[in-house]
Antibody, heavy 113, light 113 residues
Framework: QVQLQESGPGLVKPSETLSLTCTVS????????WSWIRQPAGKGLEWIGR???????NYNPSLKSRVTMSVDTSKNQFTVKLTSVTAADTAVYYC???????WGQGILVTVSS | DIVMTQSPDSLAVSLGERATINCKSS????????????LAWYQQKPGQPPRLLIY???TRESGVPDRFSGSGSGTDFTLTISSLQAEDVAVYYC?????????FGPGTKVDIK
């Protein structure tokens, strides 16, 4: 059974770049699309975007100017970078597999000086 | 973007009674070439990631109790919990994966009456 684990800094300063990695275990990253979703405390779910093993991607237009995703098939990992962060980017960030999504445990990222 | 709405915002149901959650999409998520509705349902408990319950609008994920069922087509969908158990207290989300950006409903909170 495929498992996903997010990793990265839990605290990012305003105007800097948020960078998170998702490690896929129990299966190959080559067999699906891989998404990032975020959830501010007490709020709903926002899909950030997705990437395939070949590097094909789709980003949410609301974040497209600030988002970059990449994939490292040799490490079975994929990453998201979000530039110029503000307090509004504080959220739990999830990585997930597929179109109907199976999720990692999530990582809280706080944007604060 | 496809806008997802849910009703009610919250509901309280007695143990053993039926709970019904509605989800509506701003455009059809039925793909005519395969006659599949690109609609999923998730359950989220506090401090946990969302858990996939239903995909293709009515296909139960492996391991999901059969008291959970999904129905509907086109733009109108329903998640039914046939006999509410204490462990079903959670927020429930619908999600369309018909087109990017994937979008989620705002969630319906289910409690025990």
């Amino acid at each position: 059974q495929v498992q996903l684990q997010e990793s990265g800094p839990g605290l990012v300063k305003p105007s800097e770049t948020l960078s998170l990695t998702c490690t896929v275990s129990g299966g190959s990253i080559s067999n699906s699309y891989w998404s990032w979703i975020r959830q501010p405390a007490g709020k709903g779910l926002e899909w950030i975007g997705r990437i395939s093993a070949s590097g094909s991607n789709n980003y949410n237009p609301s974040l497209k100017s600030r988002v970059t995703m990449s994939v490292d098939t040799s490490k079975n990992q994929f990453t998201v970078k979000l530039t110029s962060v503000t307090a509004a980017d504080t959220a739990v960030y999830y990585c997930a597999r597929g179109e109907w999504l199976t999720w990692g445990q999530g990582i809280l990222v706080t944007v604060s000086s | 973007d496809i806008v997802m709405t849910q009703s009610p915002d919250s509901l309280a149901v007695s143990l053993g009674e039926r709970a019904t959650i509605n989800c509506k999409s701003s455009q059809s998520v039925l793909y005519s070439s395969n006659n599949k509705n690109y609609l999923a349902w998730y359950q989220q408990k506090p401090g946990q990631p969302p858990r996939l319950l239903i995909y293709w609008a009515s296909t139960r994920e492996s391991g999901v109790p059969d008291r959970f069922s999904g129905s509907g087509s086109g733009t109108d969908f329903t998640l039914t919990i046939s006999s509410l158990q204490a462990e079903d207290v959670a927020v429930y989300y619908c999600q369309q994966y018909y087109s990017t950006p994937f979008t989620f409903g705002p969630g319906t909170k289910v409690d025990i009456k």
